[in-house]
């Protein structure tokens, strides 16, 4: 028998995908990051100032629960504390966004906050989130746009998907976008994801099923994130995973190293996009201070998201009478925020777990 023969013939193996080696570095970085990174916040470079929790539409994937039940909206007065310390921390107008719930509910108090901007020289303003619901006729959408085009944004942003086009009739983003470019000129208005305004769905002639069927299918092409009202309403949606397979999840890098924050109305500082996880509270604390005397030892439950991610936090619920889902969890965002909604409810880590709005929809 030739030497050859006794050789087992090699399997030829397939070159790694360009996105799977982006991937894989990525998933290496941040196992790097999670090991040897200070538990610190990083230097904050945007933030998002949620005006009001009120909303012309409950959207299905909303992860604020924001809503026309909802009442808070941001005192002005407390708006003008956070833009002097947001110049402390380094910030210009451009590097902060008003958003929502939708700012346009209460017109009224959207201009009072942007001559609050105004007066602190915290002009023009890097972006204005919108809907777009206020564009009834083309005297109003041109009306106001030209007021906000006085203050200065650098751009409007205009949500338009299935979610939001089950409130808001596609005529008024289309409204918005004509009078928007008309006033703005070029570049400043965008509407967001772009091929379903090109291309819409009139949700609003839809049953309910055929609504599922839709989100359904969204979800199957792009995850989202599984808190707020997505987790009530969506989650059945999707494929379900073991709390287990979720034991080496971490969130250093969403809770400490985004480098951006959201405030909301009642002053709760959400780290990047994580509504519902409070890391301070601007109404007590100036937010300066937050920043640069945070102690992750004083925030039990964000230590633990960091050092040992959610499925120590379900564990615990579980113990003090949270029922396990049998069926499984979405993602590690959808088991922290599992976890999280049965502290609310039991009055666990009540100055980490805020606010009301987050967890009752």
Not at 7 to 15: F, K, S
Not at 81 to 92: A, C, M, P, S, W
Request: glycine share 6%.
């Amino acid at each position: 028998m030739s030497l050859g023969s006794k050789i087992a013939p090699q399997r030829a193996v397939r070159p790694l995908e360009a996105s799977e080696v982006m991937k894989s570095v990525a998933t290496a970085y941040s196992a790097l990051m999670q090991k040897f990174r200070p538990r610190k916040l990083a230097k904050w470079k945007s933030a998002g100032i949620l005006l009001t929790y009120r909303c012309n539409a409950a959207c299905a994937h909303c992860y604020e629960n924001s809503g026309p039940t909802k009442r808070a909206v941001m005192p002005v007065e407390h708006l003008r504390e956070l833009l002097r310390e947001f110049k402390k921390l380094g910030y210009t107008g451009r590097d902060l966004h008003f958003a929502g719930g939708e700012p346009f509910f209460d017109y009224k108090h959207l201009i009072a906050c942007f001559n609050v901007a105004k007066e602190e020289g915290m002009l023009p303003l890097g972006k204005l989130e919108t809907n777009g619901f206020w564009c009834k006729t083309d005297k109003i959408a041109r009306e106001r746009m030209t007021e906000i085009k006085d203050f200065g944004i650098g751009k409007l942003l205009i949500s338009c998907d299935p979610f939001h086009q089950e409130y808001v009739p596609i005529e008024a983003v289309k409204t918005a976008e004509r009078i928007g470019k008309e006033v703005f000129g070029e570049g400043v208005v965008d509407v967001a994801p772009r091929d379903f305004f090109d291309n819409p769905i009139d949700m609003m002639s839809l049953t309910a099923d055929e609504k599922t069927e839709i989100f359904r299918g969204i979800l199957d092409a792009q995850p989202l994130r599984m808190i707020g009202r997505s987790a009530n309403v969506l989650s059945h949606l999707v494929e379900k995973h073991p709390k287990e397979e979720f034991a080496t999840a971490r969130c250093g890098k969403k809770l400490l190293w985004k480098r951006s924050i959201h405030i909301d109305p009642h002053g709760n500082v959400f780290p990047s996009v994580c509504a519902g996880i409070a890391i301070g509270n601007t109404m007590k604390t100036p937010l300066s201070k937050i920043h640069d005397d945070f102690d992750i030892h004083e925030h039990p439950m964000v230590h633990t998201l960091v050092e040992r991610g959610p499925l120590p936090l379900m564990e615990e619920a579980i113990q003090a009478g949270c029922a396990d889902r049998k069926e499984g969890y979405a993602s590690k965002c959808h088991l922290c925020y599992e976890a999280r909604t049965f502290f609310w409810q039991a009055g666990m880590y009540r100055d980490e777990v805020a606010p009301e709005e987050a967890y009752v929809d």
